[in-house]
């Protein structure tokens, strides 16, 4: 979004201070205002619960992360398959995009309750709830990256006798890398959403667990603290992806 | 081939498969059950529907107006636009449906806590368009808007706002999805009503028939957005058929 213009990576102040600005006056206005701990607690006894409760929440957290890793690993595994699918044969292209397009508005975490009944409490429900909802953003952009090529180079590829495997291996599957990449990179969010809504909807652990069970005890300070872990997680899993894109670098082709 | 015709057959196949192999109704029940339910419980989800829909309603409605009005602002104040916009961009990433609880905590069970958790789901994927679509004009158009002097107001009016439209509505193409997962998500937390309340109903009485007649009504209203929002873009820029906004990555 930024235009790095120079090659001197300069510090972007003005966020850092309009947030500090921004927690700094939550904090004071709560003390002037003496609004009660239950009702909106300040930024600093959050992060004093942080860091307290660490032993008790960091368990939960790691619970957590496990389901949505399993279900990232799974829905980019499956996405990918029905992308080859859905690049390779137009009748499944047909069929099967109003059936996702349908999927897809229809709020895939109304099944967690579902997915309880059929598998229980346990761990497998929200596994199952993260790779569902990431399953589509990689499909749709690894068929994306697969078909939409550059049409002269399928026409020089055409022209040199090339079969249907090399085509395939030498540019589509070059190209679509660096769509499935910023796939990954809606859906590593989206995973850790699904196993917090899973925990949300029946179980006794992890940290969607945690957060629903302070708000029952209207204990909102630990209830918040669970909710920045969370949101720390998920910009870390962000970074992660981010980071695995400037690792593969220059055989990426920036989706447009 | 007629097209839908996988869905016909997967729907068929669905039927057979569980009357063959006897699977109990609550644990999946055929198409057929499920459409009984449909009509038999038409009133009770068309009053639950409406209040997940009221919900939806006023929470995008105040999620474009906040979108509108913070987009406009980061794009007239270079300094709101360099504070503001990495935030957001970092809060997308940040699964903004655990504030849930919070919001019960705050307004209670009734409507207040969802409206709130839909304006919050809703209102970054608009704001952070509608914010790019408005700055990332052609910087030949603005040179020319220059040349003939136009006032700031003019090239707000003539160039920022017709370059944003497609974005404004990409953004909000994501948003009506998003707005449905968060009314959702938060009766699920905590409700009296609504159609996220009925399928935890359904689902402590093991009622999976009644639970799919809900998910059906749920995917209506789904589609039933998407659709209005493609009419809206035909309306709004006629002149941009076919052309894609960005897609900004869809936190919730």
Known sequence: MAEHSGAAWRLPWEPVLLASLLLAGWELGARALVIPEYLLPRPLSIVEVMVSHAGRMLPHLALTLGEALAGFTGGVLLGIVVAFGLAASPFLRRELQPLIVFSQSMPTAALAPLLVVWFGLGVVPKALLALLLVFFPIAANMAEGLTQVNPDMLRLLQSYRATRWQTFVKLRLPHAVGYLVAGMKIAAPLALIGAVVGEFVGANRGIGFVILDAAARLVTVEMLAGIVYVGLTGTALFLAVEALERGLGRWLVAPR | ?252
């Open chain 2, 1 to 252: 081939m007629r097209r839908g015709s996988l869905t016909l057959a997967l729907i068929v196949a669905w039927e057979l498969a569980v009357r063959l192999f006897a699977v109990p109704d609550y644990l999946l029940p055929p198409p057929s059950s499920v459409a009984a339910e449909l009509v038999a419980q038409f009133a009770l989800l068309a009053r639950h529907c409406a209040v997940t829909l009221g919900e939806i309603g006023v929470g995008l409605a105040a999620a474009v107006a906040g979108g509108v009005v913070l987009a406009v602002a980061m794009a007239l104040v270079p300094f709101l636009h360099r504070g503001l916009y990495p935030i957001l961009a970092f809060l997308q990433a940040v699964p903004k449906v655990t504030v849930a609880p919070l919001f019960v905590i705050w307004m209670g069970y009734g409507l207040g806590s969802k409206v709130l958790m839909v304006f919050l789901i809703a209102f970054f994927p608009i704001a952070v368009n509608l914010t790019t679509g408005l700055l990332l004009v052609d910087a030949d158009l603005l040179r020319l808007m220059r040349c003939y002097r136009a006032t700031a107001w003019q090239v707000f009016r003539t160039v920022r706002v017709p370059n944003a439209v497609p974005f404004f509505v990409a953004g909000l193409r994501i948003a009506v999805v998003l707005a449905v997962v968060g009314a959702v998500v938060a009766e699920f937390v905590g409700a009296d009503r609504g159609l996220g309340y009925l399928i935890l109903l359904c689902n402590a009485e093991l009622r999976t028939p009644l639970l799919f007649a809900c998910l059906v009504w749920l995917g209506a209203i789904g589609v039933g957005l998407f659709a209005l929002v493609q009419w809206l873009e035909r309306w709004l820029s006629p002149w941009a058929r076919g052309l894609r906004g960005p897609d900004t990555f869809a936190g919730f």
